[in-house]
């Protein structure tokens, strides 16, 4: 980082500063000496040398503080143009950010394409971007600085740029910009935890969209899948879920968006459910059930991340009741029963289990043979234990399943085999089933 006096050893400023002090001198001299003979003209001249060099100091602390903030601000806060950081960020029409000042003079200058892309413009409007101006003015902040209100600017058709801040497609292009700089930039990510205005400016332009108006796909992708890229950074898990405005947005993202959309939704939240507060709120906003609804339309893309956010949801009992009154089991049962995603959609069923309604719908759904069959013939050992952990919960709450069990422990012995070679979870729950089974037999022997 620069030190404060970097420029006072520039040759061309100090040479004009000791020519001015020089002058300056020279000049109260002979004010001081002559107390009479001087000239009212000398007095003067002694006060503009007097203003020259305030503005050489003023100019040069200038300098040195622009430096300053230039090293040591984060990359992604200067123009490409300048290199320095951007005192009025503006999105061209490519959806690329400059500085107000140094855009204009590329236009001025009668260019018509994109700096950094080469694109030709579409058109010349200079939208402000509002959300990197509140993070810059953070950055500001944090640096015990500052930052200076953006000059009003009126472009060559004579309309002010405000009336552009919600220009359709500059809008677009800026959430282009930010999920790119939010997916290559953790340190970019980790600055919306410093500003609690931050994710209100990013889902503004998905906020402000009267209720029936279409909301244009890649708008919406690019601003879920922000939202997704800033949840993996930990600070930002319990920020981005309380804002208010979110987890609907990501709701209505699941049940209208394009599958990608739909995808990234389910993706957000599943790592915003890392946090246990965050499972609460989720759940009682009623996100399980779009989630159920795309977990049962069983788009490959989807399965994988829906069948996480599920999972990571249902860890927390009330969650689970949530789930069963959605329709979870039966959907989660179908698809496994047609092979489709089986490893995570036990894991999912294992921890359901606990509830009581699960297990009187698993009976209902003919789960017993299914989950047999999978032990039989799984190479999976994970996969084993949780179906004998489910068959052993349905074993303490449902006695008239043990018949089956027993009809497939006489012909194959699964439960048996499993009890000596399975991983000690498994040996321990299929050993409880089989103590169950014989002390059913004992008892009726002895009846």
């Known amino acids: 980082m620069a030190k ?36 009212t003209e000398t007095i003067d001249q002694a006060r503009e040398t007097l203003c020259a060099l305030k503005e050489l100091k003023v100019k040069r602390r200038s300098l040195s503080l622009r430096l300053r903030e230039t090293l040591s601000c984060p990359e992604e806060f ?48 200079l939208t402000p971007n509002l959300l990197i101006r509140e993070m810059i003015s953070q950055w500001y902040k944090s640096q015990g600085l ?53 994710i209100p400016q990013l889902l503004s332009p998905l906020s402000e969209i009267k209720s029936g108006s279409s909301i244009h796909p890649d708008l919406q992708e690019d601003v879920i899948t922000t939202l997704l890229n800033l949840s993996i950074h930990d600070n930002n898990k319990k920020l981005v879920a309380e ?29 915003l459910s890392a946090l246990d507060s965050n499972k609460a709120l989720i759940g009682r906003s009623g996100a399980l059930k779009p989630l159920i609804d795309l ?36 959907v989660i049962l179908t698809k496994i029963k047609n092979g489709i995603h089986v490893d995570e959609l036990l894991a ?32 999976c050992e994970r996969n084993k234990e949780n179906c004998i952990a489910i068959l052993h919960t349905i074993c303490l709450n449902d006695r008239t399943k043990w018949k089956a069990i027993r009809d497939e422990e006489r012909t194959y012995g699964t439960v048996s085999k499993l009890a000596r070679d399975g991983t000690s979870r498994a040996k321990r729950k299929a050993n409880g089933i089989l103590e169950r089974l014989n002390r059913a037999v004992n008892l009726t022997h002895t009846a």
């Open 78 to 125: 200067k123009c490409p143009l300048s290199k320095e950081l951007m005192r009025d960020p503006v999105i061209l029409a490519t959806g690329q950010t400059y500085d107000r000042p140094f855009i204009q003079k590329w236009l001025k200058g009668g260019n018509r394409t994109c700096p950094l892309t080469q694109q030709v413009l579409s058109h010349t409007i």
């Open 243 to 271: 804002t208010p405005m979110v987890i609907p947005l990501l709701m209505e993202a699941l049940r209208s968006g394009t599958i990608e959309t739909r995808t990234n939704a389910a993706a957000a939240l599943f790592t």
């Open 295 to 330: 977990l049962e339309e069983g788009h490959p893309l989807a399965m994988k991340d829906v069948a996480s956010a599920i999972f990571n949801l249902c860890i927390i009992h009330e969650n689970k009741a949530r789930a069963v009154k959605d329709g979870a089991v039966n």
């Open 146 to 198: 500052e930052l200076p209100d953006p000059i009003q600017y009126v472009n060559e058709e004579g309309i002010t740029e405000a009336d552009h801040v919600f220009c359709t497609s500059s809008t677009k292009e800026a959430a282009r910009e930010l999920r790119l700089l939010t997916k290559k930039m953790p340190s970019f990510r980790a600055l919306f935890s410093e500003s609690v205005e931050a």
């Open 348 to 379: 999912i069923l294992a921890i359901l289990a606990s509830h009581q309604k699960v297990v009187e719908e698993l009976g209902d759904f003919g789960a017993v043979p299914c989950l047999l069959r999978i032990i039989r013939e799984s190479t």
């Open 4 to 39: 404060p006096g970097v420029f006072d050893s520039d040759p061309t400023v100090m040479a004009k500063a000791i020519e001015l002090k020089k002058e300056l001198q020279k000049l109260v001299r002979t004010i001081v000496d002559d107390e009479e003979d001087y000239r």
